[in-house]
């Protein structure tokens, strides 16, 4: 069955770094548009970004665009996403999740798989 496993959050200060990354198995991997979502205390889960199954283009939510970067290898089944310039209001949990359905475009992708989540934690 299809698994996504995330990995990579922690505690970073404001400004600082983190990359998660997110290993997918039971499938063929470089079929499939993939994204990042969160959820914040008390908040509605929301997407952080999206990445074609060929890799471009990808789509960011305007609270991240610039500092955000989603990418893939699809050697390695995973997909990454490095955070720069992190900020206390981008704590959360963060989760990768895959569609059912092979490629297609990211904007009409419904998301059907979903990892564990990790968490994010940016102190002031």
């Known amino acids: 069955q299809v698994q996504l496993v995330e990995s990579g959050g922690g505690l970073v200060q404001a400004g600082g770094s983190l990359r998660l990354s997110c290993a997918v198995s039971g499938r063929t991997f470089s079929m499939y548009n993939m994204a990042w979502f969160r959820q914040a205390p008390g908040k509605e889960r929301e997407l952080v970004a999206a990445i074609s199954w060929s890799a471009r283009p990808s789509t960011y939510a305007e609270s991240v665009k610039g500092r955000f970067t989603i990418s893939r290898d699809n050697a390695k089944n995973t997909m990454y996403l490095q955070m720069n310039s992190l900020k206390p209001e981008d704590t959360a949990v963060y989760y990768c999740?895959?569609?059912?359905?092979?490629?297609?475009?990211?904007?009409?992708?419904?998301?059907?798989?979903w990892g564990q989540g990790t968490q994010v934690t940016v102190s002031s």
């Open positions: 999740a895959a569609p059912r359905v092979p490629r297609g475009t990211i904007e009409n992708a419904n998301y059907d798989f």
